[in-house]
């Protein structure tokens, strides 16, 4: 028998590549999960195999409150049209932050042609890059924050320097947005140092993972985190900083059997033709508190309930 007649060899293939592949069946339950899957997601087939989708990870969803599951979600969708479907949306990873993805969903169909389930690939749709890990003279020079691995304030004000120069000479637009955690002291204090930094660094990702790979993100202060995204207008600039501030407050940490998360608070100004750094961080910190989302140290039935995604 040739190798390609052998059903393991097909297997070996599917865990071969690079993007995510998973197979549910008609009760939205998983049977089988690559090891892109397990790249992509964080997830092991141990933790999703025989559960339902809405129990790990939510491929499907658009918003931070899902507006795709029941009868909008993509698997529903295939299945009752019969037909390939196409989203764009985040995933909930592991780690607890948000990372985005493209998925397909496609009808698995026996040799009947009735359908049976739902093939769904995904890929990762876009991340900003991470500081090189081996540039090291940017260690060296004191340039990155040593808990989230971002560029420090110093850096930012080099960023910001940079565009604000741009921004007189060509008029490309740009903006900047400000997320703070405004409780981080008190979530330090009940959960402890490693548990701070574990929040940290699962904002720091999500935040990220939120934005283009030509913006710049940093940590600016203790609680606060800086965007400086290119090219943004005032009403883009309103949209992204929603979005932000949804994922960031919907990011959580597991920590000895609880899921963690906090408040979020948000802040943004454009640049304005007169405008210096301080000038245009003063309206932007000035925001924070007027935009607030909270989540609450939720349970696993309460994680349950909704799913979210962009």
Request: charged share 20%; with cysteine.
């Amino acid at each position: 028998m040739s190798a390609f007649q052998d059903p393991e060899t097909y297997r070996y293939i599917l865990d071969g590549l690079q993007i995510g592949v998973s197979v549910l069946d008609l009760e939205k339950k998983i049977i089988f999960w690559s090891d892109g899957a397990e790249q992509i997601t964080g997830y092991s087939r141990i933790d999703v195999v025989g559960h339902s989708c809405k129990e790990k990870i939510f491929l499907h969803c658009n918003e931070v409150c899902c507006e795709m599951c029941g009868e909008k979600c993509s698997i529903v969708a295939a299945i009752h049209d019969g037909k390939p479907v196409q989203a764009i949306g985040l995933i909930h990873h592991k780690s607890g932050h948000r990372t985005p993805v493209r998925a397909w969903a496609t009808p698995l169909r026996d040799k009947n042609g009735l359908i049976i389930g739902v093939i769904q690939t995904f890929e990762a749709e876009f991340a900003v890059a991470d500081p090189d890990p081996n540039d090291h003279s940017m260690k060296e020079r004191g340039s990155l924050d040593h808990i989230t691995g971002l560029p420090n304030q110093t850096i930012m004000k080099s960023y910001l320097r940079e565009k604000l120069a741009t921004f007189a000479e060509l008029g490309i637009p740009f903006g900047v947005v400000c997320a703070e955690i405004p409780e981080l002291s008190h979530f330090r204090a009940r959960y402890g140092q490693e548990a701070a930094t574990a929040l940290l660094q699962v904002m720091a990702r999500t935040l990220r993972n939120t934005v283009w790979p030509t913006d710049f993100v940093g940590r600016w202060s203790e609680g606060q985190f800086l965007v400086i995204l290119s090219g943004c207008g005032q009403s883009a600039l309103q949209v992204v900083s929603e979005r932000m501030l949804k994922l960031m407050a919907s990011a959580t940490i597991q920590w000895w059997g609880e899921e963690l998360s906090v408040s979020v608070s948000i802040g943004r100004a454009s640049a304005l033709a007169t405008d210096t750094i301080d000038s245009l961080m003063q309206r932007a910190l000035h925001g924070l508190g007027g935009n607030q989302a909270e989540a609450l140290f939720r349970d696993a039935a309460a994680a349950g309930a909704d799913c979210s995604g962009r």
